[in-house]
């Protein structure tokens, strides 16, 4: 998720600072949107083949698109300030005001959405596990252990209850840090 959240910053700061390339940049992230993220994902796995490598490709270009979305929202909003102005007037290069004023501004959100990306990411490469279109099946995953447990649960229910259950408690503790990133870090909440 990593991956993603680089990538889809980069793209977002470019297009919300550029406004000659942002309807370009935007129309091909919304291309990618179009298609159900799963969907996206087993095409580029069937495309590239069974790797870890390749998992991380694939949910890197997935995600990249929503969080290039939120990065240009705040850069939309943060290039019309006086500070980015000022950095203009005394000529301070557009590199430096993308990564000093701008993206240190779109921390606060993209820390929040980062915390729900890498869940999404956790179900996404647990289902393409599940589905046999992820990593290798010599290398263990919680989808891969739903997987093969799902075909004896008579026998041995625990083997796919277990990883359901630990992959259920991840996502969910991951979801809970994001609400209370984004309670902690919002200042309207903070009004109230």
Same mark, same amino acid.
């Given at each position: 998720?990593?991956?993603?959240?680089?990538?889809?910053?980069?793209?977002?700061?470019? +297009?919300?600072?550029?406004?000659?390339?942002?309807?370009?940049?935007?129309?091909?992230?919304?291309?990618?949107?179009?298609?159900? =993220?799963?969907?996206? $994902?087993? /095409?580029?796995?069937?495309?590239?083949?069974? $790797?870890?490598?390749?998992?991380?490709? $694939?949910?890197?270009?997935?995600?990249? !698109?929503?969080?290039?979305?939120?990065?240009?929202?705040?850069?939309?909003?943060?290039?019309? #300030? @006086?500070?980015?102005?000022?950095?203009?007037?005394?000529?301070?290069?557009?590199?430096?005001?993308?990564?000093?004023?701008?993206? /240190?501004? =779109?921390? =606060?959100? @993209?820390? &929040?959405?980062?915390?729900?990306?890498?869940?999404?990411?956790?179900? /996404?490469?647990?289902?393409?596990?599940?589905?046999? +279109?992820? &990593?290798? !099946?010599?290398?263990?995953?919680?989808?891969?252990? &739903?997987?093969?447990?799902?075909?004896? @649960? #008579? #026998?041995?229910?625990?083997?796919?209850?277990?990883?359901?259950?630990? @992959?259920?408690?991840?996502?969910? /503790?991951?979801?809970?840090?994001?609400?209370?990133?984004?309670?902690?870090?919002?200042?309207?909440?903070?009004?109230?």
């Amino acid at each position: 998720m990593v991956g993603s959240i680089i990538l889809g910053s980069i793209i977002g700061l470019i +297009a919300g600072y550029y406004s000659r390339l942002d309807n370009i940049i935007m129309r091909v992230m919304d291309g990618f949107e179009a298609f159900p =993220s799963i969907l996206l $994902a087993i /095409a580029i796995m069937a495309t590239l083949g069974p $790797a870890t490598r390749n998992v991380i490709v $694939a949910l890197t270009v997935v995600y990249a !698109p929503n969080i290039s979305r939120l990065v240009r929202g705040t850069t939309l909003m943060n290039r019309r #300030q @006086l500070y980015v102005e000022s950095a203009k007037a005394i000529g301070m290069r557009d590199h430096a005001i993308l990564r000093k004023y701008i993206l /240190a501004n =779109s921390m =606060s959100p @993209l820390i &929040v959405q980062s915390t729900f990306v890498i869940a999404f990411g956790i179900l /996404a490469e647990a289902s393409l596990s599940f589905l046999g +279109a992820g &990593v290798p !099946p010599q290398t263990p995953t919680w989808g891969g252990m &739903v997987s093969i447990g799902q075909a004896r @649960l #008579q #026998q041995a229910w625990w083997i796919a209850v277990f990883p359901g259950m630990l @992959l259920f408690m991840t996502v969910l /503790a991951m979801n809970l840090l994001g609400d209370g990133l984004r309670d902690a870090l919002d200042p309207r909440s903070r009004k109230r």
